[in-house]
């Protein structure tokens, strides 16, 4: 393991795969998506591959066959935060790490979900992990989601911070890319549905197992 020493005036988490478990809300949302659309076989290679491509907005025509793909993302986009209320849950230990680290530095949770802070807020205050944040930024509070700098950078201005002062946290390329756009240092986690080898390929300062690695990581 790395000697490596990160100095972190604040941190950009992200949410989906990161501090809490999401493979389940993927699941659901596939399955009712299917439904809805009157397609009773299902495939367990769209479970994560679909997630993947939207994030990476990437074309899905040789996935859905016969399928409408904008009328599949909406269908999709909607069941997926329906059943993140419902169905995603904290890391294990995840409380304590961000505990921790909130007592070194500001801690941040920028997210491309397209819903309302204020929703956000509630589900991680319904999972006891509203406390540790100081700043939450959603896909509705800028133009361009990651792996613009955008968010990034809208949050290091609302917390006071220089944006290369900070780290960004997350276990999908497109959260390292984020953070390399706006200059901070980065961390992957393979907590969520990226392999290695994918993060590995972007090149991050850390690639940790959990985020409950960090702590020791962060002077």
């Given at each position: 393991?790395?000697?490596?020493?990160?100095?972190?005036?604040?941190?950009?988490?992200?949410?989906?795969?990161?501090?809490?478990?999401?493979?389940?809300?993927?699941?659901?949302?596939?399955?009712?998506?299917?439904?809805?659309?009157?397609?009773?076989?299902?495939?367990?290679?769209?479970?994560?591959?679909?997630?993947r491509?939207?994030?990476?907005?990437?074309?899905?025509?040789?996935?859905?066959?016969?399928?409408?793909?904008?009328?599949?993302?909406?269908?999709?986009?909607?069941?997926?935060?329906?059943?993140?209320?419902?169905?995603s849950?904290?890391?294990?230990?995840?409380?304590?790490?961000?505990?921790?680290?909130?007592?070194?530095?500001?801690?941040?949770?920028?997210?491309?979900?397209r819903?309302?802070?204020?929703?956000?807020?509630?589900?991680?205050?319904?999972?006891?992990?509203?406390?540790?944040?100081?700043?939450?930024?959603?896909?509705?509070?800028?133009?361009?989601?990651?792996?613009?700098?955008?968010?990034?950078?809208?949050?290091?201005?609302?917390?006071?911070?220089?944006v290369?002062?900070?780290?960004?946290?997350?276990?999908?390329?497109i959260?390292?890319?984020?953070?390399?756009?706006?200059?901070?240092?980065?961390?992957?986690?393979?907590?969520?549905?990226?392999?290695?080898?994918?993060?590995?390929?972007?090149?991050?300062?850390?690639?940790?197992?959990s985020?409950?690695?960090?702590?020791?990581?962060?002077?």
């Amino acid at each position: 393991m790395t000697n490596l020493k990160l100095n972190a005036k604040g941190m950009f988490f992200d949410l989906d795969g990161t501090i809490v478990d999401s493979k389940r809300a993927y699941l659901e949302a596939i399955k009712t998506t299917l439904i809805k659309l009157g397609h009773n076989v299902f495939d367990s290679e769209l479970v994560f591959e679909v997630p993947r491509r939207f994030e990476q907005s990437m074309a899905m025509d040789d996935l859905l066959v016969d399928i409408d793909p904008k009328r599949f993302r909406e269908i999709y986009i909607t069941a997926y935060y329906e059943a993140t209320g419902k169905f995603s849950q904290p890391f294990p230990n995840v409380r304590e790490t961000l505990r921790d680290l909130s007592r070194k530095s500001k801690l941040a949770l920028i997210t491309r979900r397209r819903m309302p802070k204020e929703d956000v807020i509630r589900q991680m205050e319904k999972l006891s992990l509203a406390e540790y944040f100081t700043y939450v930024v959603t896909g509705n509070d800028t133009a361009n989601p990651k792996p613009s700098p955008e968010q990034l950078m809208t949050c290091a201005k609302h917390m006071s911070l220089d944006v290369c002062e900070c780290i960004t946290v997350g276990d999908s390329v497109i959260d390292i890319r984020a953070g390399k756009n706006a200059g901070t240092r980065t961390v992957a986690v393979l907590s969520g549905i990226y392999s290695y080898e994918e993060l590995k390929a972007e090149n991050p300062d850390l690639i940790l197992e959990s985020v409950n690695q960090l702590p020791v990581f962060i002077k």
